[in-house]
């Protein structure tokens, strides 16, 4: 079993809905990141929390909204999404974050894979 | 950029088959890191080597930074193998992972 869980597993919306997809970690890890994944693709990444706090956004449009409510949990709210942003969307944790060398070390949760209709 | 390609894209392998994967890089990097997609989505670490050799089980990687490429062997491949092999490495300047774009691998039973 992971130790990153992922919720849900499956999620399908419409262009006007607000949902939220969810991710905990119990590893003590001080980093936590969300990468979208687009089929026979390498995952790429969206966002990076390092000590509850964003570091890095790579430019992800405002549908997309992260929120680190505490050290185990990273959640990312979505929001007038299109069906172009179709995709896995994989949450990781590591034990510290880019400031380190070699700290990101990532284990990932099983994904959400989100259809937009 | 740097440039991270792996090779081969695609390989079809009989249950019991060896095979080697490689993961080449245009530039020194900090360190590498070598993943196993499973069909499902589920992305498992399998090796954090920036340098050197390391095995765990059936599997082995070998990275050898200076001539800037890194191997992953499968031996006794078995039907769980399949899936997609991806290997990342972390730039010197800000610690980015930078991807491959991975080696499909399906063993057939």
């Known amino acids: 079993d992971t130790e990153v869980t992922q919720t849900p597993k499956h999620l399908v919306m419409g262009m006007t809905n607000k949902k939220s997809l969810k991710c905990e970690q119990h590893m003590g890890h001080r980093a936590m990141y969300w990468y979208k994944q687009k089929a026979k693709k390498p995952p790429e990444l969206m966002f990076v929390y390092s000590y509850e706090k964003l570091s890095i956004n790579e430019s992800v449009p405002s549908r997309f909204s992260p929120e680190c409510p505490n050290s185990s949990l990273l959640n990312l709210h979505l929001h007038a999404l299109q069906p172009e942003d179709s995709a896995l969307y994989l949450c990781?944790?590591?034990?510290?974050?880019?400031?380190?060398?070699?700290?990101?070390?990532?284990?990932f949760g099983a994904g959400s894979r989100l259809t937009v209709l | 950029g740097i440039q991270v390609e792996q090779s081969p894209p695609d390989l079809i392998l009989q249950e019991g088959a060896n095979s080697t994967l490689r993961c080449n890089f245009s530039?020194?990097?900090?360190?590498l890191q070598w993943f196993h997609q499973n069909p499902w989505g589920q992305l498992i670490n399998l090796f954090y080597i920036p340098s050197g050799t390391k095995q765990n089980g059936r599997l082995s990687a070998t990275t050898v930074a200076t001539e800037r490429y890194s191997l992953l062997y499968i031996s006794s491949s078995q039907t769980t193998d399949s899936g997609v092999y991806f290997c990342a490495v972390e730039l010197y300047s800000n610690y980015q992972l930078i991807w491959g774009a991975g080696t499909k691998l399906i063993i057939k039973p």
């Open positions: 990781a944790s590591s034990q510290e974050g880019r400031e380190v060398s070699g700290a990101n070390v990532l284990t």
């Open positions: 530039d020194s990097v900090n360190n």
